[in-house]
């Protein structure tokens, strides 16, 4: 690896003045925002806060406290046992239930978890990658039993299934068959969902393993290139399903790296979907991302600096045009946070939209020499990674071969090292450190989540249609045989009563699974 695809800040110095005077926002390619006001005519962007704990009801009342306190967005974390298709009763969910996220495995307990939140009024994004198609049929459901047709849902499904194989690891089944099942969305979505994000291509979870801000850029479009490819070998035109496109980003403590990073991600996408796939309306052609702050930047040491951190990153991803934003906690670093830290978390952004006066001007670093080289440079980094991606025949090749993790793991490597040897300072974890740290509370979690949970499955399991669950689950074997889209028979299980690890053992049987 060449040291400056590590260390993304070389750049020629004495910085010089841009060539060309950037184009204005809302024109291709992006460079300088989507909109050509962005935040100034009031259009803020979603204020998402990630939650989800324990059982149904307690996620279900942490959501009603967060809306009650003025976010304009959902955002469900699910824990590991959902995220790998697992019922909690399943030996392999053993201590995991209700611990990095909230508790799914039947509609019962999607009704619990939106109970009284109007799903016509807000929109939702889901943390979920392998079993996103099995999450987003309960959600249609539940809306369904609210009287809100799936033609007027507003929301997100991560199903960024490539990431998880590079740097997350919540992969079930084997990259052939998950790709069926995110095209399989994309194509159900197109014509039932139309105003649904059917697939948010992350950056963030790269960023979060080790990679350096060139290395998300690239890996990230690479795999955005991967889905594409996979849409339209089903046969769907690039214009059908491209516009429900979004994308998830991390936020870290470079200001203006991270600022020219959205610039240039929009710049490259723009490019590659016009002048690679042929796109035509301008909704494909745009770049619309999530951005998290960055939750491997917090320290569990002298933990309420992370409020700082997080200020300037959201700051960062505000000045670089985002559209949705969650702001971490500052005891992440420690565990879930708690409603004080959260609220912190939350106002953090609204000080940032209603006081800072950012939001009056789009793109306002936009014509710095400073950020316009920063934006060429990333382009040019992540451009250079891309080719050798493509050179190993794509991203799913070069995931198969090892390339992408072996970079990752190497600007992880040199990360670490400056750390250690304090080159990068990080502020009372290697300079500026206590003698004595002042404890801070944490969530507590209940002990009795995982007791309950089971009994709570194996309910619902009894008093069910047997014989109507049997033969959905029955139609959705023989459907994983065929070309045929998955989805329909994947929402008709879980309306006969199926259960999470059932829909997905039955695929798991069919497909295998994979073991990286």
């Known amino acids: 690896m060449l040291l400056e695809q590590v260390h993304v800040r ?9 060539k060309t005077t950037p184009l204005r926002p809302g024109a291709y390619p992006y460079t300088r925002g989507i909109y050509p006001q962005m935040y100034s005519e009031g259009r803020l962007w979603t204020m998402r806060q990630y939650a989800g704990f324990g059982s ?36 392999l969910s053993r201590g995991e239930v209700g611990k990095v996220g909230v508790s799914i495995a039947t509609l019962d307990d999607m009704r619990r978890l939106f109970h009284e939140i109007p799903l016509a009024e807000v929109t939702t994004s889901m943390t979920i990658n392998a079993p996103a198609m099995m999450l987003l049929s309960l959600y249609i459901l539940v809306a369904e039993e609210q009287g809100v047709s ?83 070998s089903k046969g769907l035109e690039i214009d059908a399903f491209a516009p429900r496109l979004s994308f998830f980003f991390a936020c870290h403590n470079d200001i203006l790296e991270e600022v020219a990073k959205f610039r240039a991600a929009r710049r490259m996408w723009a490019h590659i979907m016009r002048d690679e796939f042929g796109a035509k309306n301008p909704r494909s052609l745009t770049l619309r991302f999530h951005t998290q702050t960055g939750g491997s930047t917090l320290t569990a040491q002298q933990p309420e600096n992370n409020v700082v ?33 959260a609220r912190v978390a939350l106002r953090t952004q609204q000080i940032l939209a209603y006081e800072s006066g950012v939001t009056r001007y789009p793109d306002p670093l936009g014509g710095s020499y400073v950020v316009e080289e920063l934006t060429d440079g990333l382009e040019q980094n992540a451009l250079t990674l891309m080719r050798q991606v493509e050179d190993l025949g794509g991203s799913v090749r070069a995931i198969e071969a090892g390339f992408i993790q072996e970079e990752i793991e190497e600007a992880a490597f040199w990360f670490q090292r400056e750390v250690e040897t304090e080159t990068r300072v990080v502020v009372g974890v290697n300079r500026f450190r206590l003698d004595k740290e002042e404890g801070v509370p944490i969530q507590e979690l209940s002990a009795e989540t995982e007791g309950a949970r089971m009994r709570e499955v194996a309910a619902y399991r009894e008093n069910r249609d047997q014989v109507a669950t049997a033969n959905a689950l029955t139609a959705l074997a023989s459907g994983s045989q065929t070309s045929a889209n ?26 295998g699974e994979y073991r990286g």
């Open 10 to 18: 070389t750049y020629n110095h004495p910085m010089t003045a841009p």
């Open 56 to 91: 149904a009801e307690e996620s279900n009342a942490r959501y009603r406290y967060l809306l009650a306190q003025g976010t304009t967005g959902l955002s469900v974390a699910f824990d590991l046992p959902t995220q790998l298709g697992l019922d909690p009763d399943d030996p």
């Open 150 to 232: 799936s033609d007027k849902l507003g929301g997100t499904v991560q199903n960024d299934i490539l990431k998880e194989y590079i740097a997350r690891g919540t992969y079930i089944y084997p990259p052939e068959p998950s790709m069926r099942l995110v095209t399989d969305m994309f194509a159900y979505c197109a014509e039932r969902v139309p105003s649904w994000n059917t697939i948010s291509i992350s950056g963030y979870h790269i960023r979060e393993a080790g990679a350096t801000a060139a290395q998300e850029l690239a890996f990230t479009l690479s795999n955005a290139r991967a889905y594409v490819r996979a849409a339209l």
């Open 309 to 341: 951190r997080t200020a300037y990153q959201a700051l960062a991803a505000v000045l670089g045009g985002t559209q949705s934003l969650h702001t971490n906690g500052m005891d992440e670093a420690l565990g879930l946070p708690t409603d004080r830290s």
């Open 486 to 511: 998955l989805f329909p028979v994947v929402l008709n299980a879980f309306r006969a009563g199926a259960t999470l690890g059932e829909v997905c053992g039955v695929l798991r049987r069919a497909w």
